[in-house]
Each structure stands twice: as C-alpha cells, then as structure tokens.
C-alpha cells in the first residue's frame, strides 16, 4: 500500500502495522480471546498480542491450521503464551460449548476481539473491506439462520453474552478496563435506511443478495457494539465496546476469483493494504491507551472515524439487539464438557 499516508490525530494512518500501533505497549497479565485468529487479520492479531505480553486464547474452526500458526508465533516469540480452542462461530452449540470451556477455566478476560473466520477481498465497491463471509450464495447454518448473519453477527453476539459475566468480573477485580472489539467493515454503508435491515427476511431466498447480506452483517457488527456500550454506560461497567474496518486487505484472498489473477492482483496488492497494516486498527483499539474510556465507537486506519447514520442509529440497535436475543434463545441446549 503506498506508503506515505497522512496520519490522523491519533499519529498513525492507514500505512501503520500492527507492531507500530502497539510501540512501546507492555500488556502482561491480559487475556485476550481472538476469534478467526488461524489466518489473516485474526492470525496476525494474535501474533502482536503474544508479543506485548497478552495471553492469547485462538478461538478457531480449524485447529490443525490454529497449530501450525501458534508454532510459527512461538518460534518468533519464545515467551508468548497461546491457547487453542475450537470455536465455529455459525453454530450455536460450538459458541456454547466453548463459552462453557472458557468460564469453566478459571481464566480471567480482559479483552474479546471479534474477528470472522472467512476472507474475501472483491473489486466491488472498490475493495472497501474484507471481514467475515461475502457475496456467498444463500445457504443455512446448523441452526437454519442465512449464513452470513448467522456467523458474522449472531455466532459473536451470543459468544459475547455468554462471556459477559467473566468480563465483568476480571474487570471487577483487576481495576482494569475491559475491551470488546467488533471488526466491521465499510460495507456497512449499503445500508442506507434503516427499515432496509430485513428483520423479517432474514432467511428469505427470493430476496436474497450475498453482497446485501454481507453489508447487513457488517452493520450488525456495529450496532452490536453500540448498544453493547450504551448498556455498560447504564450499568457502570468499566467495559468498552466498539467497532473497527481493518481497510481493504490483501492476502491469499484471491484465488477464487479469476479475473483478478495476474496484473489485477499485482494493482491490488500496491494500493491494498498487507496483513501488517489491515490488523493495526483491531491491535490499536484492543490496546492502545489513546482509546481508553472510548466507546461506542468506529475506527478506521487507528484513528477515529464514523459510521453510517443507520450505523449510530440508537433504535436500530435496540432492535437488532432484542431480535438477536430472541433467535439464540430459541436454542437454548446446554452442552457438555467432554
């Protein structure tokens, strides 16, 4: 990505990686829980974590993936300390049973990072993100819920509220500020209106879009993390929640598209931003001490920035947030340790 970027107030800019946003940052004694953290922006996140001294919990489909990238993580950082924990955040059941995993370890938690397992990178809208499933034909998770809203919005609002209790108490307890970040994308402006959220369709094949799906997604993403800041406020939890687009990245996100094999993606990997620069917004907000007490927040290139008005729409996101509440309480089964 070009590299002379004007930096914002915060002194960084969208050419920033992850180590120079996290300078200086020495983060021993933290616990942190990073979904989708075997590839890409969570792997990489991850990674300059264990370097400041956090305790890394990987929360990851693929556990043989999640190993090779811990190994590869320890031989640069010998001292890091890492986990691994199976985690498939479009199943109710697997968000369940890891959560129950979690709470039942002791383990305190400081810091929740909600990063989706799946990385696309497409030209429309002009690259503008890339977190979560996009433009995927319809299809179902397990529990009979669209896809795309089912893993990047409801697989993380349901792990966030079964860990709330143990944030709260690490926060509690440690006098330290807990952090909660939701990565989101720009897509979320698709959305122009807010009766455009399809509360009512969201399993309706006639309507259905991949790329509209996924903006709604992204959205949820953001409201999320809103309503979830107006609540800690109201209730004086010294939590933070906010949300974040890691930029237009590029990795090995292309080979499922033809067209941009060769020249194409040459062009994109010179004005996309690299691994390095695309985690730097999610390392910043989950510990830079510029955003302490900040909340309800969007961040864009580690700096502040703002989201759609359907994005800060307070009514939306009380709404989503008892939609989201309604459709995991449906499946309610409890799992069992093994």
């Known amino acids: 990505m070009w590299p002379f970027s004007r930096k914002g107030a915060s002194g960084f800019s969208s050419s920033s990686t992850t180590e120079q946003v996290t300078d200086g940052i020495y983060a021993t004694g933290l616990t942190a829980i990073v979904t989708g953290a075997n590839s890409g922006i969570g792997s990489e996140t991850a990674r300059v974590l264990a370097m400041r001294g956090v305790h890394v919990i990987m929360g990851v489909r693929n556990v043989n993936s999640a190993q090779n990238v811990k190994e590869s993580i320890l031989k640069e950082i010998p001292s890091g300390k890492i986990d691994i924990m199976e985690l498939d955040l479009s199943s109710m059941e697997s968000v369940r049973k890891f959560a129950l995993q979690f709470n039942s370890s002791g383990l305190p938690l400081n ?26 034909p319809f299809m179902l998770s397990k529990d009979n819920i669209e896809l795309q809203f089912a ?11 079964l860990l709330l209790d143990t944030m709260k108490k690490t926060a509690h307890e440690s006098k330290k500020e807990g952090r909660i970040v939701n990565v989101s994308s720009v897509g979320h402006r698709i959305i122009i209106k807010c009766d455009w959220f399809l509360f009512d369709k969201i399993n309706d094949q006639s309507s259905y879009w991949g790329g509209f799906a996924y903006a ?12 979830l800041a107006r609540r800690f406020k109201e209730d004086g939890v010294n939590i933070t929640a906010n949300s974040v687009h890691p930029g237009a990245v590029v990795t090995n996100l292309f080979s499922h598209i033809s067209v941009t094999q060769g020249v194409v993606n040459k062009f994109l990997r010179f ?13 910043y907000v989950a510990l830079h001490p510029q955003v302490s007490g900040i909340s309800g927040e969007y961040f864009a290139d580690s700096n502040l920035a703002q989201a759609s ?6 009514d939306l996101a009380k709404k989503l947030w008892d939609f989201s509440m309604n459709l995991t309480q449906k499946n309610t089964e409890s799992p069992k340790l093994n």
């Open 111 to 136: 810091i929740l990072i909600l990063v989706m397992p799946f990385w696309f990178c497409l030209l429309l809208v002009i690259l503008r993100n890339n977190a979560g499933i996009y433009d995927i």
């Open 271 to 283: 004005i996309c931003k690299n691994i390095e620069q695309g985690a730097a917004t999610t390392c």
């Open 309 to 314: 008005s359907v994005g800060r729409d307070i």
């Open 216 to 227: 709604q997604s992204k959205l949820a993403n953001i409201l999320h993390a809103n309503e």
């Open 151 to 161: 893993t990047n919005h409801l697989g993380p609002f349901l792990l966030t509220s």
